[in-house]
């Protein structure tokens, strides 16, 4: 029989219990602000007919980095590529059921083809919430406050938010006399960061501008200025309370959608080597699904990139790895209802707790609690038993006391 070479596909990754203590938390830090913030939560399926994916995004996505195939039935599909178009789908099916304006936040899985590295993966999270049914600036503005406040409560001091606007954007490609594909240039322009101005200046010419037409566009956005909607939403993000340097506006910000229609974003932090969200205004998005005509805007945290800066910088609060309080151990049968009961009563209150399953010698009990970073070993012998009294050890200092039941519960509770 051949042995199986067995390992994990590239660009997808298995999640230990080390790192799952730190995706859960950030997991919930941000389900506990949105759902603060007034938003409900939503999921649609990894699985959605190809022609809701394709063209929402750009031509290099559906050529190159969406996943899509024949299914069983015959039926073109794809995996997925962000939250944003399945949740438009949504709108446009469900409209009538939907009060507006509709507040949804969404926590799932999406895929994409991508050259993986640190940050990039095939298989990553989005953290997405949006706003339905108005064209206020005030949704805009909350949106953006909402960002700042996730960076804070996941402990970034250095994050900036990018503010723009496509509609800035689009004034200035028209007054550099490009009038017609200009989802084409931006999605050049969006390189900006990775490729520097040399590059994208070398690709706008390879798609067919000269040389006055570059030279305007990279002019313009040098003289650019917030258009009369974006004034008004920076203005608001003061009455949201932001700090004035924790948001900034760059008439370079393009991000590479072609379904954004106004008031764009983008979170940066320093240490994570660019953007750890971004997302903005698309307000033909469901009509372009089938649905009524619905405006909307939203963002997306990159939870992979927020992770890996969690991390780096060591930003995980020590009570989110300590989770499993105390390990009952086993020192025979004659005892085994006793430390089961002990157990129960442990987890009737809310006290993380392991009974060990074997009768093994008391120091490899000691060493697997170790190993799993539990900070306490609760031992109940025939001693104990007839006092009706635990021996507890703090296995940090390797002091030990004799305790009832209720004084354990209450130590293990402060």
Do not use: H
Not at 249 to 266: A, K, N, Q
């Amino acid at each position: 029989m051949n042995q199986q070479n067995t390992q994990t596909l590239k660009g997808f990754r298995d999640f230990l219990p080390s790192d799952m203590y730190v995706r859960n938390y950030v997991k919930n830090t941000l389900t506990q602000l949105f759902e603060t913030s007034g938003f409900q939560p939503l999921e649609t399926p990894a699985l959605e007919y190809s022609s809701v994916l394709k063209g929402k995004y750009g031509s290099e996505t559906d050529d190159k980095l969406g996943y899509f195939f024949k299914d069983n039935g015959d039926r073109e599909v794809g995996l997925r590529y962000d939250l944003t178009v399945p949740t438009s789908k949504v709108l446009a099916i469900y409209s009538n059921q939907l009060p507006l304006p509709f507040r949804r936040y969404q926590i799932q899985p999406v895929w994409r083809a991508e050259n993986t590295q640190k940050g990039r993966y095939r298989e990553f999270i989005q953290c997405d919430i949006d706003i339905f049914g108005t064209t206020s600036p005030i949704a805009d503005a909350e949106i953006i406050s909402i960002i700042y406040q996730g960076v804070k409560k996941l402990g970034f001091k250095n994050a900036t938010i990018k503010i723009n606007s496509r509609s800035v954007l689009s004034t200035i490609l028209s007054r550099s006399g490009i009038t017609e594909r200009q989802n084409s240039v931006l999605q050049s322009l969006d390189k900006l960061d990775k490729i520097n101005e040399n590059g994208v200046k070398d690709e706008l010419t390879s798609k067919g501008l000269n040389d006055s037409q570059i030279s305007q566009i990279f002019e313009y956005i040098k003289q650019s200025q917030p258009d009369e909607n974006l004034k008004q939403v920076l203005d608001l993000l003061k009455d949201f309370g932001l700090p004035q340097n924790s948001y900034v506006f760059d008439p370079t910000l393009v991000r590479g959608c072609d379904y954004y229609t106004g008031t764009i974003f983008e979170v940066q932090v320093p240490e994570a080597n660019g953007s750890i969200g971004g997302g903005g205004r698309y307000d033909n998005l469901v009509a372009t699904l089938g649905g009524p005509q619905i405006p909307a805007v939203g963002f997306s945290f990159g939870f992979e990139r927020v992770i890996d800066v969690i991390k780096d910088l060591k930003l995980l609060p020590p009570e989110q790895t300590d989770k499993i309080k105390i390990l009952i151990a086993n020192l025979g049968p004659e005892i085994q209802t006793n430390i089961i009961n002990l157990t129960s009563t442990l987890r009737d209150n809310n006290i993380s707790s392991v009974i060990y399953p074997n009768n093994d010698k008391l120091g490899k009990q000691i060493k697997y609690a170790l190993n799993l970073g539990i900070p306490y070993l609760a031992i109940i012998g025939t001693d104990e038993v007839k006092n009706n009294q635990i021996t507890l050890k703090n296995l940090s200092t390797s002091e030990q006391k004799i305790v009832s039941k209720d004084d354990l519960v209450k130590i293990l509770k402060d």
